[in-house]
């Protein structure tokens, strides 16, 4: 049985995960949320290049789907607001 591939370059994951792309995602912009420390893996400085958990990138794709799901309404009167 071939062992499943656990990290990826920022490129390797748009590259294998087309879906990403139609997130709005790119390559560069998975390097932004590895340096905000959105997503994990490591910097391999022989290669200059980071690797990043695909796991990772699973956990941050649940919580931006949760995340969407949730309105707040500004309007409504229990929307405590400062004076």
Do not use: C
């Not at 931006?64 to 949730?70: A, C, E, F, L, V």
Request: no cysteine; proline share 4%.
């Amino acid at each position: 049985m071939e062992k499943k591939k656990e990290m990826y370059t920022p490129q390797e994951l748009i590259d294998d995960f087309p879906q990403l792309k139609k997130m709005g995602w790119s390559a560069s912009k998975i390097g932004v949320l590895y340096s905000a420390k959105f997503l994990t893996g490591y910097y391999n400085g022989k290669e200059k290049k980071v690797n990043i958990s695909i796991d990772s990138v699973k956990r941050a794709i649940d919580f931006i789907n949760k995340s969407n799901t949730i309105h707040i309404d500004f309007e409504s009167p229990n929307f405590n607001k400062t004076e």
